[in-house]
């Protein structure tokens, strides 16, 4: 049954206690709303909070498990909508102004939580990335994954590409480039699991099934399509492969029922495993990672019956993993984390960039290699071929921010670091912000742009999401209507967001990626031995900051690459563990302006500030007219 809810507003509901973004613009606190809770509910809080763990038994190696909701806004964790992640929030921490990375993609933000590093680091810049100049000279067949990724943009959730890439020279057996927190732990000593989700589980362990990884015994890892150690296989075998994999799509939700089977093999399987070694000596860490509510956003759009459908299933499954947790006496030895890696919002018009660059004579055609385009939903990567010269790079990099800075769709554009100073946010092109200073840039796997596309706050998908809602595509024939894929909507939901979806999602369907206040605002909660009790931390914090913090909680921080110059990345969020208190962080914003022929862009990103660690947390565009008489398409020529 759907929960009756009343429409949401952008700092929350109208009725239903929930979890609320920050107010607009400013990204201030994001305190639990002080309504008074139905009896029921109040039954609920009080026993979770007299139920919560204490101090870790001396005896007790430290355990941290993380459980990510694929793409869980905020405001959806309410009593009615997920009961079992509302209470563990008001039990022990919640992270009232949490981050993600940008860009807010599963991938960027798997390896970053996985690594306690930044994309700059990681070299994880993208779900969707272009490494044919990395691979040139790689050794593999004339078809494949590594074929197909020597030629255009690869798609980083696929197992067999990732499996592929950590076994090239190129990329040194790593594919991201750091060692992981749960490696160290392995070479430590420690125990890992890793259940869930192809792709960003991979990131946890890139050397799965690698002749240096630790025995069996130390490690276990599930996904949609891969397993180890290999001893699974007679049971795994059947429903671990492409084939269950391509299945899960058509469940309804899509994967509801995949990820409560994943979960009883995290609770069969890892779970005991990760006590059997704590009650020895033995850190641990485990992962449980879902597929929704992401899936089911994008297939049928937020706000929709299978969007609540889905976020009941993800609640289920934490309520199983808690009294797992509880029957196995983990209550007082293991800290639990619930986060999501980025937000949502809902695709207000479908832009496909590479069809208007070559409409624009900015991209030779369709297939041309001088600008190739990797689509990731709510941001664009961008790479220029290797073989153009210097002058002509900057000048076809100038064209290309010159013309998409003009656009409604276009929101902040990020490309390679320009000259430093008291404007170092500054990129090289103008009009442009620095790779670098967003800690964007990787040097081996750096793309020439990053385009994200603009988030509006202030407009809901009332008039969006529905199949009969109007669709648009906006592509080398103009704006065109196309069908509207999405589900009937049952409540409106604030934020919505161009986005080059490809063929996968159109008007009314979920979209994340971009830099606005909807998709970079995600869940962060926990609760355990080393947390505070009933805190809500009013902090800026990142999914940078928490890879660090279960780094830390693990005694598990990995080395770091000589070529880093900032050290460390991220901070330990030291006021919600025990006896932590309050830290200071001020409000701050920075613009990038570019003057064109008949306008001039201002282009502000939001963001707060701890010392120097930054969380960008929404972007503002606007457009001053110059010259009315003159057209923003001239400065393409």
Known sequence: MIPVMQPMNYRGAQGTPQLSYPARGRWRMAALIAIALSAAMGLLV????????????????????LMVWDGLRPDSVSPANT????????????????????????????????????????GIIANSMFLGPLLEGAAGPASGPLARARVAPANLEKSDLLSALSSTAQFKDRVVDVPSIAQEVLRTGGYFGIVGKSGPTFLFDDRIGGADRKGASDEIFISDDQFAPQSLAPELQGRINLA?????????????EQDALLTRDFIDRALPAAAAAINSGRPALLVLWQHNPDITEHAAGVGTAAFYQALAGCDANLGK??????????????????????????????????????????????????????????????????????ASRSGLLRKIVNYAAAQEWCGPIFSRPGASGDNGYLGEIPGTFSQAWFDLFNPARAPD???????????????LTGPRAPAFVLGKDGKQAEQNHSQPLVHP???????????MATTGNGSHGALGEYEMHNF?????????????????????????????????QPAVPARQPRLPWGRVIGEALRNGTAVAHQHTRVSATLNLPAQRVVTTIEMDRIGDEKYPGGATVSHVAIDAK??????SQ
């Not at 269950?244 to 509801?256: Q, T, V």
């Open 244 to 256: 269950a994999l391509k299945a899960a799509f058509h469940e309804s939700p899509p994967f509801g």
């Open 630 to 635: 003159q057209s923003a398409s001239a400065v």
């Open 46 to 65: 009080a026993a979770a909070a007299r139920s919560a763990p204490t101090e870790r038994p001396r005896s007790a190696a430290p355990l941290v498990i």
């Open 524 to 556: 962060g909660a926990a609760a355990g031995p080393d947390f505070r009790r009933a805190y809500v931390d009013n902090a800026p914090t990142s999914n940078l900051d928490l890879g660090r913090t279960i780094a830390a909680l693990l005694h598990a």
């Open 321 to 390: 993993l808690r009294a797992a947790m509880a029957a196995l006496h983990l209550e007082n030895k293991a800290d639990l984390v619930v986060v999501s890696d980025h937000g949502f919002a809902t695709i207000k018009m479908r832009v496909s960039l590479a069809e208007l660059l070559v409409a624009q004579r900015l991209k030779k055609s369709a297939t041309s290699d001088d600008v190739t385009v990797a689509h990731n939903f709510g941001s664009d990567v961008l790479y220029l071929s290797p073989h153009l010269d210097s």
């Open 83 to 122: 009961p079992n992640l509302y209470a563990l929030a008001h039990q022990g921490v919640y992270l009232a102004h949490h981050h993600a990375m940008y860009p807010s993609l599963t991938m960027v933000n798997a390896a970053t939580l996985a690594t306690g590093a930044p994309p700059s680091v990681t």
């Open 449 to 463: 742009l990053i385009i994200s596309f603009r988030e509006l706050p202030d407009e809901d998908n009332s008039a």
């Open 493 to 503: 939901m604030p934020g919505v967001s161009y986005a080059d979806s490809g063929a």
